[in-house]
């Protein structure tokens, strides 16, 4: 038991899928585990653990932003022993080179964040995705055929914004959609000497205001969310 965990040391999973909501942890876990079980609801993030296709697997969430899923895949890495962490999120397209419901293999997460900086000293404000599950799930998209991108990704310390134009280290690394989790989840993974990759599905296309629907939303992740587990049996 951690911290912010309060599963026993042995009911977390190698691999961790993490989506940012509780709510849809709980979706995808009651969906696609096998004798799922809730293994922790601590501050109502909860963390589900069963077997897929006879593999263990855990699904649970980070929360929102760098400080949170710091958090928890630190804890995950360190108190539970977890290997792989695949990011399931959403994201904002920068470009209508993207479309809605692409799926984005993040390549390279760059921020303007002082996470990384203040907890381990890394200065760099980009980071790769850590280990081989990135290219795992390159390989398992090949494999079943679906469709994604590979490409940067603008790791934002905010959501909302008086400031008008792309973010100049959004310019700098050529990032092609905006999300809040994976810098400070590479980073963790690199301090730790772990394996982290991130998968986004295309929520809204910023420069036209085109968005997923509510009622959408749940169904468009799918896609994304078995491209994941397929990976996971690769693992």
């Known amino acids: 038991m951690s911290i912010h965990i309060s599963a026993a040391a042995t009911d977390i999973a190698p691999i961790v899928l993490m989506p940012g909501d509780p709510l849809r942890a709980k979706l995808f876990a009651e969906k696609y585990l096998e004798?799922?079980?809730?293994?922790?609801a601590t501050r109502n993030v909860f963390y589900y653990t069963g077997t897929y296709q006879g593999r263990p697997l855990t699904i649970g969430a980070s929360g929102m932003g760098c400080a949170s899923i710091g958090i928890y895949s630190y804890e995950l890495f360190t108190e539970y022993h977890?290997?792989?962490i695949i990011r399931i999120g959403t994201c904002g397209a920068y470009t209508t080179e993207l479309k809605l419901f692409d799926i984005l293999n993040v390549s390279l997460s760059a921020s303007e964040s002082s996470f990384a900086r203040a907890a381990y000293g890394y200065e760099a404000n980009s980071i790769q995705?850590?280990?081989?599950t990135f290219h795992q799930l390159q390989a398992?998209?090949?494999?079943?055929g679906q469709p994604i991108t590979t490409c940067a990704v603008h790791c934002s310390d905010y959501f909302y914004s008086n400031i008008t134009?792309?973010?100049p280290v959004a310019i700098e690394h050529q990032c092609k959609a905006?999300?809040?989790e994976a810098f400070a989840l590479f980073n963790t993974a690199k301090e730790l000497g772990k394996s982290a990759a991130c998968l986004l599905t295309v929520s809204d296309i910023i420069p036209t205001r085109e968005r997923?629907?509510?009622v959408e939303r749940e169904q468009a992740l799918i896609p994304m969310v078995e491209l994941a587990l397929?990976?996971?049996l690769t693992l």
Not at 35 to 40: E, M
Not at 129 to 132: L, R, V, Y
């Open 165 to 167: 134009g792309l973010p």
């Open 35 to 40: 004798q799922p079980r809730l293994v922790s």
């Open 230 to 232: 397929a990976t996971t």
């Open 82 to 84: 977890v290997q792989h």
């Open 212 to 214: 997923i629907s509510a």
């Open 140 to 144: 398992t998209a090949k494999n079943i």
């Open 129 to 132: 995705p850590e280990g081989n």
């Open 178 to 180: 905006v999300e809040m």
